[in-house]
């Protein structure tokens, strides 16, 4: 009977204190190291005899192994370091299989070999898968302890979803609350995809160990002890990982609603948000219009204003000059003249007048010159009229300038 312990190596100073440990429990006496057939891949560190059976400590890769060949099983890893990972027990026997996993639990696996593979190049090997399969075992368990916390938080996540979804359908025109629960369940989402995240992780690194000892598993045994490993030894174990991969799927299905609920309660937002900016849109072509009419008003009142503006100033010019000129010169001047002169004053001084007012509105110096023309006009105007009344101009009918001086 062989027993082999697993233990995860941390620090090589742990090797040394074990093993004195295991000499002194098991009183053995040291024999010298040799060489091994699988060289870098399994190093033997130390070896005795005791009354116990033999002992032999190797190393390999991250692992210590521990291995006693006695008549019974008597080894206990817990109370040798605390950083036992699990013992697997081989016993020779003729039978009518290669191979049988006669006991077996998380950390404990007990098998029954034919003689014939009782040599120690097929049994190193096989220490190193079974060194694989006790880390896989624990790594898998961990991860699915983990992931089935992360599932509660799924399921308070999934039982939130109830009250989300009937706020949304009594107030699904409620813009303010469709934005609320849209952030609510925003933050599930990101929430959940985290997790999501980290349970993939565990999964994919599990799966990676399975293919691992998959591969491990076919280079050293026959077609029918390796059907034996894979379906007992390995099939335990992969009830953990197919646990761990229903949780992911479900974290998937979760995620999905999620994401769909996100692009529903958006659209709702959108068509919510549509309609308002077409509101926004009819009343702003009313007010547009409105202010269209008014401006046409506006315009129509300005004309009016000038209109009027023109015909005051136009009976105010003539009256003031009729007043300032003797009447005799003022009926002899030529009436197209006066018209000509009058009309000529009033237009240039409603002319004025707008540019005046657009110059302070807004508050431009680009009308500046405009006005000074304007007025220079206007004074001359003024100077024609003046200079008529006082040398008493007249028009002849038959040519355009006539004079007749009183």
């Known amino acids: 009977m062989i027993e082999v312990l697993f233990f995860v190596m941390e620090e090589e100073e742990e090797t040394t204190l074990m093993w004195k440990k295991i000499k002194e429990k098991f009183s053995l006496e040291e024999e010298p190291v040799f060489l091994n057939p699988l060289g870098k891949n399994i190093i033997l560190l130390k070896r005795g005899l005791g009354l116990e059976g033999k002992f032999s400590f190797f190393l390999t890769e991250d692992l210590l192994v521990l291995i006693r060949e006695g008549e019974d099983n008597l080894l206990d890893g817990t109370t040798i370091s605390s950083n036992f990972l699990g013992k697997t027990v081989v016993e020779f026997m003729e039978g009518e299989k290669d191979l049988e996993l006669l006991e077996s639990d998380e950390d404990y696996r007990f098998y029954r070999f034919l003689p014939r593979y009782n040599r120690e190049s097929f049994l190193l090997k096989f220490f190193i898968l079974e060194g694989e399969l006790h ?227 807004e508050k431009t110096k680009k009308n500046r010159a405009k006005i000074i023309v304007t007025f220079i006009l206007m004074m001359l105007i003024v100077g024609i009229m003046f200079w008529l009344g006082v040398k008493g101009s007249v028009i002849d009918e038959s040519n355009v300038w006539s004079y007749n001086i009183i």
């Open 135 to 361: 880390k896989f075992t624990q790594k898998a368990k961990l991860y699915l302890e983990q992931a089935e916390i992360l599932d509660t938080k799924r399921a308070g996540i999934l039982k939130q979803l109830p009250d989300i979804l009937g706020e949304i359908e009594k107030f699904g025109s409620d813009l303010e609350i469709l934005e609320k629960n849209l952030g609510r369940i925003s933050d599930l989402y990101n929430d959940l995809a985290l997790e999501y995240t980290v349970i993939k992780g565990y999964l994919a690194e599990v799966q990676r160990d399975r293919d691992k000892i998959l591969r491990l598993t076919k280079k050293i045994f026959s077609f029918e002890a390796e059907s034996v490993y894979i379906n007992d030894s390995l099939g335990e174990v992969a009830l953990k990982a197919n646990r761990l991969k229903e949780i992911a799927e479900r974290f998937e299905n979760l995620l999905s609603h999620l994401k769909s609920g996100v692009e529903v309660i958006n659209s709702r937002i959108q068509l919510i948000q549509s309609r308002e900016t077409k509101k926004l849109q009819e009343q702003m072509y009313k007010s547009i219009a409105q202010n269209i009419e008014l401006t046409r008003e506006g315009v129509a009142l300005q004309v009016a204003a000038a209109f009027i503006e023109f015909i005051v100033v136009t009976y105010y010019t003539l009256s003031i000059w009729k007043y300032l000129t003797p009447e005799e010169v003022f009926h002899n001047l030529n009436p197209g003249l006066k018209l000509g002169l009058v009309v000529a004053f009033a237009g240039l001084s409603v002319y004025a007048t707008h540019l005046v007012a657009v110059y302070y509105n």
